[in-house]
């Protein structure tokens, strides 16, 4: 698996953080993963529900929190999921790539003060889509931890 990010900072008003990873699973398993319930649920750090369809919404659930509505902004099955998200607009794209996938994610960041701590939530929840991928069973984590925060701080600085 490898990964790439990079911030695209020409966006006027936020930040635009683009992750570029490559899976060694076929693109109907990682679709599944992005657009069904318990898949996602498995990754992400919260539950969810997918109402996977353009004008669909994902409902996330954090423990102790009342549900939040992503409302789906773009939906092109197998290859593009796009959605709303606290004022964020997210933008997943699949492309097969051999007998693998490669998955791009483009986030918008509202607050550029979050921009490290968003992508290394990203990075968290990426590594976890690939053990659901390789059927392993651990979940997301609630969040980074304050190293892999700065490590994001350092390499979006760089450039």
């Known amino acids: 698996m490898s990964t790439e990010v990079r911030v695209d900072a020409s966006t006027p008003g936020a930040p635009v953080l683009h992750f570029t990873r490559r899976y060694p699973h076929p693109l109907p398993a990682v679709w599944a993963a992005l657009t069904t319930d318990e898949a996602l649920s498995r ?27 992503a409302p789906i902004t773009e939906f092109s099955p197998p290859h593009t999921l796009a959605f709303r998200w606290d004022g964020e607009d997210l933008r ?9 996938c490669v998955l791009r994610l483009s986030n918008t960041v509202s607050d550029p003060a979050w921009t490290a701590n968003t992508a290394a939530g990203w990075d968290v929840c990426l590594g976890a889509l690939a053990a659901v991928l390789d059927g392993r069973t651990e979940r997301a984590q609630a969040g980074p931890d304050e190293e892999l925060i700065a490590h994001y701080r350092e390499v979006l600085a760089s450039g």
Do not use: S
């Open 43 to 69: 990754w992400f750090p919260c539950d969810v529900a997918i109402d996977a369809r353009e004008g669909g919404a994902l409902t996330l659930t954090f423990p102790g929190e009342e549900p939040r509505t």
């Open 92 to 100: 997943w794209t699949l492309e097969a790539d051999g007998g693998g």
